[in-house]
C-alpha cells in the first residue's frame, strides 16, 4: 500500500509507536468527521458564541498532536480523545465567561446589551465539567461513556468500541451516568 494510501487506523497504530509524521498526517483523513463532532458541540451553545467550528477542530487537534505518550489503538479511539480535547477547550471557555462575568476585565454595559444565554450556558457547562469530574471518582468507565455519548456525538456501538466495552454495557453505564448526572445537577432523579 502507498504510503498516502494508509487508513487513519494504520497512521494510528503508527503514531502509537513512535512515528511522529503519523499523526499529523491523520489530520486530512479525520477532518471531516472531526468538524461534524465540533458542529454538534457548538450547536448545543449559545448563538453568542465566539468560536467557529473550523477553530475548534484546529484547536482540538493541535491537542492531539501534542500527545506523545497516547497508544492509539484506532479511529474511534483517536475521536474518544478528540471529543474529550473538545470538551476541554469549551470548558475552558465557558470558565472565563463565567470569570469575566462576574467581574473581570468586562468593560461595563448596558444591561439591555448583555447576552445572560451565553452566560447560562457557560454556568452549565462548568457545573456539568465538575460533576463529571465527581462520577470520574465513582465510576471512571461511566464518565467516559458520558464523554463519547454526549461530547464525542457517538453511537452506543461507537462508545463500546472506542472504550473496549460490550455493547450491554455500553447502554448500561449510559443510563446509570445520565441518571446520576441529572440528580447531580438539578438536584432531582429522572422518573
Not at 465540533?38 to 500527545?67: C, F
Not at 462508545?159 to 448526572?181: C, Q, V
Amino acid at each position: 500500500m502507498a504510503e498516502d494510501q494508509l487508513s487513519a487506523t494504520e497512521l494510528l497504530l503508527r503514531a502509537g509507536a513512535g512515528e511522529p509524521s503519523a499523526v499529523e498526517r491523520i489530520f486530512p483523513l479525520v477532518y471531516d468527521e472531526l468538524r461534524r463532532l465540533a458542529h454538534q458541540h457548538l450547536a448545543r451553545e449559545s448563538p453568542g458564541r465566539t468560536l467557529t467550528t473550523t477553530e475548534l477542530v484546529h484547536e482540538a487537534y493541535l491537542k492531539l498532536i501534542d500527545q506523545t505518550r497516547v497508544e492509539w489503538t484506532g479511529r474511534a479511539h483517536f475521536m474518544g480523545v478528540a471529543a474529550i480535547a473538545m470538551r476541554r477547550i469549551l470548558v475552558d471557555r465557558a470558565r472565563t465567561r463565567r470569570r469575566v462575568k462576574r467581574g473581570g476585565d468586562r468593560v461595563r454595559v448596558p444591561l439591555e446589551n448583555v447576552d445572560l444565554t451565553a452566560d447560562e450556558r457557560a454556568d452549565l457547562v462548568v457545573a456539568l465539567d465538575e460533576a463529571l469530574e465527581r462520577l470520574r471518582g465513582l465510576d471512571e468507565r461511566q464518565m467516559r461513556v458520558v464523554e463519547c455519548r454526549f461530547f464525542g456525538g457517538m453511537t452506543e456501538e461507537q462508545t463500546a468500541d472506542a472504550l473496549g466495552i460490550g455493547l450491554r454495557t455500553a447502554k448500561r453505564d449510559w443510563a446509570k451516568a445520565r441518571s446520576w448526572l441529572y440528580t447531580e445537577l438539578y438536584d432531582e432523579p429522572i422518573s
